[in-house]
């Protein structure tokens, strides 16, 4: 029964949140701050379960794993969506105006319909960009950290370099006229699918929800040790679109990380794009002190 449980889960749990933007009540939708709530109790319940049902004893959570998987929880809902909003949501929604587009029928579109459709906006540009991120070297640069855990836990998803993850949020959803309450909804699911996508919980949804979505088996895989095997399952939440292009691996991991495994300081994480120029700097200094 506890097995049947933990598997159906993922799906109960989206079932949830899709009744709550759906039908809550009008005051809580409205309200900016329901979002950041919604977020952060999915993110609690999903982190709560791995000490009820752990996956792997080696991923098991420690004080300094969690705080640092919180700062940058912390760092996301914050400076991170500050700068999004800023740099891409505001400009892309004045140039739409400017440009006199009109996305009006969206407005009209059935309630899961438009759900529907942002989630896939944000998985299809999320997956080009973290194929990307593993196929051209200054882009890996600003990824790497995040391959860097040597453990997977309900906030792993939002470890990283700031410039990656300013990247990987970047979407047209801005584009398209949607309620709000049908956006944030697509954004809680892929918060719950994520969630559980990086999670010590041992919990195997049906097969038809890991034909769909992203699961902690597909995406372990994808945090392999060596580097060409992390080459594959690139959907943060929609595994289908693995399935499409060509780069779904179906398998699971139970040990994550990258180069010889050494986990990175959040000062090392951030640097770490720059990590060749300083190498290069060291270096010539090197050479300068011996030919004295």
């Known amino acids: 029964m506890k097995k049947t449980i933990f598997n159906l889960l993922p799906p109960m749990t989206i079932a949830v949140v899709i ?7 009008a005051a809580l939708l409205k309200n900016g701050w329901t979002i950041v709530v919604t977020s952060a109790v999915i993110t609690a319940f ?7 049902n ?7 959570l420690d004080r300094r794993e969690f705080f640092t998987d919180l700062f940058y929880v912390v760092l996301g809902a914050s400076a991170i969506a500050w700068v999004t909003n800023k740099l891409a949501e505001e400009p892309l929604k004045a140039a739409k105006h400017s440009l006199g587009v009109s996305t ?24 080009w960009m973290h194929r990307l991120m593993h196929n051209w070297t200054p882009f890996w640069l600003t990824h790497a950290p995040h ?13 990283g370099n700031p410039l990656e993850l300013f990247l990987i949020s970047l979407s047209v959803v801005a584009l398209f006229d949607l309620p709000e309450a049908a956006e944030f909804c697509a954004f809680n699911i892929l918060t ?38 992390t080459r594959c399952n690139y959907g943060n939440s929609l595994i289908l679109l693995d399935r499409i292009f060509g780069t779904f691996r179906a398998g699971e991991s139970a040990i994550v990380g990258q180069d010889d495994r050494k986990r990175l300081s959040i ?15 060291k270096a010539r200094q090197a050479t300068q002190v011996e030919a004295a």
């Open 46 to 52: 999903v982190q709560g379960l791995e000490w009820l």
């Open 267 to 281: 000062w090392e994480q951030f640097i770490f794009p720059a990590r060749p120029v300083i190498e290069k700097i």
């Open 104 to 127: 009006e029928w969206a407005m009209h579109m059935p309630f899961l319909a438009q759900v529907a459709l942002v989630v896939f906006l944000v998985e299809f540009g999320q997956y």
């Open 19 to 25: 009744l709550f933007w759906a039908f809550g009540p």
């Open 147 to 159: 391959h860097h855990i040597t453990q997977l836990n309900a906030m792993k998803g939002a470890v």
């Open 54 to 60: 752990e996956r792997h004893t080696g991923w098991r």
């Open 192 to 229: 719950v699918i994520s969630t559980f996508a990086h999670a010590n919980v041992r919990s195997d949804p049906p097969k038809w929800y890991s034909f769909f979505f992203t699961t902690i088996q597909h995406h372990s895989l994808h945090h392999s040790v060596v580097y060409e095997d």
